[in-house]
């Protein structure tokens, strides 16, 4: 059973968070083990399964990233061990900051370096407001053209944990 349907949502990248509060607590009191302590060792459980169950959707459903991860899975976009291809102009751009990032480990510049941060901030910030956009795409549009906008959404995601290696690499300069 996928967490959307657990928690009786629709399939949205920005479910309504008070929802999910109110379906988790709902759920952590009806299979909590403890109320399970005198069933049978089945019923024991099949209740430790459904308890485990809303704990893990709770911690998707309540976190963008893992959020998003998870709808991207869920509708078949984003595989096990895919090798996603990014775009050849994403990589080049990629490319040059990651030349002047290494310039910086053998001639550390603080000027230098703040303008990368610069760089990269720009370029996350236009990357999330696109990601934005394509969000209340989808949750608008009708099942028959989700997957072009998947398709975009599963582009940002890669283009994202692209950028969050790059902020990593930043962190270990300063």
């Known amino acids: 059973m996928d967490y959307f349907e657990f928690y009786k949502l629709p399939v949205s990248f920005n479910p309504d968070?008070?929802?999910?509060?109110?379906?988790?607590?709902?759920l952590s009191k009806k299979y909590h083990p403890d109320f399970?302590?005198?069933e049978s060792a089945e019923?024991?459980?099949?209740v430790l399964e459904l308890s485990t169950l809303n704990n893990k959707a709770y911690q998707v459903l309540s976190d963008p990233q893992k959020r998003l991860h998870y709808i991207l899975e869920l509708k078949g976009i984003?595989?096990?061990g895919e090798h996603y291809a990014l775009p050849q102009?994403?990589?080049?751009?990629?490319?040059d900051v990651n030349e002047a990032l290494m310039e910086l480990q053998f001639e550390p510049d603080t000027v230098k370096l703040q303008?990368?941060?610069k760089e990269i901030d720009r370029?996350?910030?236009?990357?999330?407001?696109?990601l934005d956009r394509l969000i209340v795409v989808f949750d608008t549009q009708n099942k028959d053209t989700e997957a072009t906008t998947l398709a975009a959404i599963k582009d940002l995601y890669y283009r994202k944990k692209y950028l969050n290696r790059i902020n990593d690499s930043l962190l270990k300069l300063e």
């Open 17 to 26: 968070a008070q929802l999910v509060k109110q379906q988790f607590y709902a």
């Open 36 to 38: 399970y302590i005198n």
């Open 43 to 46: 019923k024991q459980e099949e």
């Open 78 to 80: 984003l595989a096990e």
């Open 89 to 95: 102009d994403f990589l080049m751009e990629m490319m």
């Open 115 to 117: 303008e990368i941060k």
């Open 123 to 130: 370029i996350a910030d236009s990357m999330e407001q696109e």
